[in-house]
């Protein structure tokens, strides 16, 4: 069986990381955490621009019509270039969502023409998440209501939204506590239909936070990686040190060790595996390890100097650190996959791993 991935999806991902190398510059970056939403909304025009924002939206409204094992490669580029949670929360998580309506409702058939055609911002609460990232910039909010039947969908639009700012520890990370008076005007599904959309909604989202752990990770060893080859002590690179190798070899094997984990449960997504939520769980868990890793191997190999602002490094870590606590910690994730382990139809053993039961 072939696990690579195919001409397109990876003439796909080149032409995405070329793009975002010159235009998702770390100078942007900080303008962002200084600036708030006046850069992101630069950034988000020219990415609309190259058609990021198409990718989910079904061709009927405009789009490419991809899916979860085409992000899988695009939410590392999204990841290695630290790009704002808008973009992901939008144009994968919010199109698949509204997608999954029916075709004639008036929900999809306003807002997906308007995400493929960059647009729109829309946010999603879920309660999973304390906080709501990029609430205040949105244009929607998909909205998880619990309820007696499950979570309903409530479409809240900005006039209804009472919304505060937080801070982050990433300050490029646009955070807000959100309240909304919901009820019959604001319901698009019942607890009924819309637990299982939010149940794979959730799932959905922690592959993408996995994904973008991945790049972080990467994009942090890269960095590490060419740090120690200017930084000399004693008349030598410092990363012609044996321990210093050591750091660095352990932050690649833990990221090769988490993108067949990632991979895996993109399929699990895209074939609706019956064993998905834990298959995105162990993704999280293995993705969110590998970015902390690299986290804090880059600041050892880079000394203090490593937590200034004035180091690019702090940017992708600080990141790493906010994007592992989203779409469910670690201990959520672990409760998750360890009842998947425990249950008495677990699949395992070397036969279950490709398994779609």
Known sequence: MDFTFDEDQTALRDSVS????????PELLREIADSGDAGWRRLRSKMAEQGLSTMS??????????????????????????????????????AAMLSRLDAAHALAARWL?????????????????????????ADLVLWAQPAAGGLELHAIEPGALQVSALRSIDASRQLAGVSATTGAATRVLDGAQAQPLWDETLDRAAVSAAGQLVGLAQRMLDLSVDYVAQR?????????????????????TRIEFARPVLYRAALALARGDANRAALA??????????????????????????????????????????????WGDRGFHKSRLAAALAGDDALLGPAATLASG
Do not use: C
């Open 113 to 137: 023409p308007r995400i493929a055609a960059g647009s729109a911002s829309i946010a999603l609460a879920h309660p999973v998440n304390p906080w709501v990232a990029d609430a205040r910039a």
């Open 18 to 25: 070329r793009f975002l190398m010159t235009e998702a510059t």
């Open 232 to 252: 000399k002590q004693f008349g030598k690179p410092i990363g012609s040190f044996q321990a210093v190798k050591h750091h660095l070899a352990d932050v690649a």
């Open 57 to 94: 939206v079904p061709e009927a409204y405009g789009g490419l019509g991809l899916g979860d094992i085409d992000w899988a490669p695009m939410t590392q580029e999204l990841g290695y270039y630290a790009i704002p949670d808008a973009l992901a929360d939008t144009a994968y998580l919010a």
């Open 281 to 326: 769980s162990h993704a999280k868990l293995a993705a969110a390890d590998a970015a902390w890793i690299a986290a804090r191997k880059g600041i050892q190999v880079h000394g203090a100097m490593g937590y200034t602002w004035e180091v690019d490094l702090q940017l992708f870590m600080k990141r790493a650190w906010a994007l592992d606590a989203a």
